[in-house]
């Protein structure tokens, strides 16, 4: 198969292009959730579950945790036990040597294998999930899903968009890396200790914003791609946001944003320029919240931030966003550049020290802080996406002319908004989490969004959330494990730091 994979992924890259506290339980809620009084969300950038806890059994061995029945990179599993058991590293067909840059990436016959390898460098060029680089991963010959998924194309969409930009990964070795619990020492300790999940998904085979709309919304209402990318998603989502919903029930909210490099100017910094770093402007609604909620928004990551005073004062809300530090370099998304690389580790040392100033305050005893990632940024997972269902029977309306799913081979299970994305990772950390527990559920994110509306007695806002489980099971209410929370180590952030080479 001559490298056309004529599934055009520049669409994806001409999108890219194109845009640079309360504390009293509610009646309604169960008897067992309704032990939490502030449940905190932070959703990272673009990195999959096997990318990142691929290797989390290896170091459950290594460091005398109790096996359990884990789906990661299945080179980790044990060969007799509990199953997933033993079996050899994955790979992806990589591009035939013979067709090299600036020829595109051709898979045939002569295709090596790329096998799934350890990162040793912590910052690690770009991958598009956008939606047909998503598509080519779930089958280089079957985008729009008629077959089960192949889950084949990670290296082919990782090397075509490389030669497109000029990456230094031209063959799209990159999209097979992962990291391990030396690497993520800070995330592999609280995986383990607190509750995680081998089945959690985002929302959307797509790229970063129409996954974070689903996550404060239940949809994107039909757009694959950010708001102005084209004509067909030029408005501001009309959707009803959790926001909302709490606003109208009388349950406190606050969304905090990270100010450094944003451009705002302060202390004090102004709602409206904080609002450009948060995903709710997507949004009709969210978009009157400086005007009408101006104290709804505030600054995390700074000294003497709203976050920090709402911590030690005890003014912490119910129900807490904290938006990704994109402008900081803090977020955890790969290295967009290669003049500009960004640091994995530095992004897990920020989350850290936010995690820890929860542990120490007052708030720790009732609150439940939730971290995840937007979606898995087309870094090799060995699981499919997951069937489920439409939030709102509206179909992709924001495609470019010649995207897959586009007329006339736009009927494929694929093509709708019937399929989560990629698995990507969780940690649920709590007092009342359960100890090294793994979740087997299949859900996606918009499962924090039942959660909320479980324990404060709100409505679902679409059918996706609606069809979520509302994560009680994570928790031990009875008898919650962590009133004391564990001393996690510091994390590494001395991993080298190259673009140029692999691994």
Not at 3 to 13: A, E
Not at 65 to 86: A, C
Not at 300 to 308: L, M, V
Not at 357 to 369: G, L, N
Request: with cysteine; proline share 10%; aromatic share 12%.
């Amino acid at each position: 198969m001559q490298g056309k994979l004529p599934l055009i992924l520049t669409g994806s890259i001409v999108a890219m292009a194109l845009l640079a506290s309360g504390q009293s339980s509610t009646p309604t809620a169960s008897q067992g959730l309704g032990q939490i009084n502030h449940i905190i969300f932070m959703v990272q950038e673009n990195r999959s579950f096997d990318h990142y806890f691929g290797a989390l059994r290896q170091y459950w061995a290594q460091n005398a945790y109790p096996d359990v029945s884990f789906d990661g990179l299945p080179q980790f599993n044990p060969k007799t036990g509990i199953p997933p058991l033993h079996h050899p590293a994955p790979t992806n067909p990589g591009c035939d040597p013979a067709f090299p840059a600036p020829n595109d990436c051709t898979i045939d016959s002569q295709s090596p294998k790329i096998k799934s390898f350890k990162l040793l460098t912590q910052c690690s060029e770009n991958t598009s999930p956008s939606w047909n680089e998503s598509h080519v991963d779930w089958g280089l010959n079957d985008p729009t899903g008629n077959l089960p998924a192949q889950l084949n194309g990670f290296v082919y969409t990782a090397a075509h968009d490389g030669r497109i930009i000029g990456y230094h990964d031209k063959r799209g070795r990159r999209a097979m890396g992962y990291y391990n619990g030396s690497d993520l020492n800070y995330y592999y300790f609280m995986a383990s200790n607190f509750a995680t999940s081998d089945r959690w998904f985002s929302p959307v085979m797509t790229r970063t914003h129409p996954n974070r709309e689903y996550l404060i919304g239940a949809t994107s209402q039909g757009y694959v791609y950010p708001i102005g990318s084209n004509s067909h998603d030029s408005q501001p989502l009309t959707a009803t946001t959790i926001f909302q919903e709490l606003q109208a029930a009388n349950i406190t909210w606050k969304i905090y944003v990270n100010p450094t490099n944003s451009g705002c100017s302060g202390p004090p910094y102004a709602p409206s320029c904080l609002l450009e770093s948060s995903y709710v402007k997507q949004f009709q609604w969210g978009q009157t919240i400086p005007t009408n909620f101006p104290n709804n928004i505030g600054t995390i990551g700074i000294p003497n931030s709203d976050f920090d005073n709402d911590l030690k004062n005890r003014t912490l809300p119910q129900v807490v966003q904290i938006e990704p530090a994109s402008n900081a370099g803090l977020d955890e998304h790969p290295s967009n550049s290669d003049l500009a690389p960004s640091r994995t580790q530095f992004g897990a040392a920020y989350v850290a020290s936010i995690i820890n100033s929860i542990m120490a305050s007052s708030s720790w005893k009732d609150s439940a802080f939730i971290l995840t990632y937007d979606e898995g940024g087309a870094l090799y997972d060995h699981l499919s996406p997951a069937a489920t269902v439409s939030p709102d029977g509206i179909r992709p309306k924001d495609l470019f002319q010649g995207d897959i799913c586009t007329p006339p081979n736009d009927s494929g299970p694929t093509c709708d908004f019937k399929y989560t994305g990629y698995r990507v990772p969780l940690i649920v950390i709590s007092p009342f989490a359960k100890k090294h527990y793994v979740s087997h559920t299949p859900a996606d994110y918009t499962a924090i969004l039942k959660l909320i509306e479980t324990r404060f007695g709100l409505s679902s806002l679409t059918q996706r959330d609606s069809a979520q489980m509302d994560m009680s099971e994570f928790f031990n209410f009875t008898a919650p494990p962590w009133v004391t929370p564990p001393t996690p180590p510091v994390q590494s952030t001395n991993a080298p730091c190259y673009l140029n080479k692999l691994p």
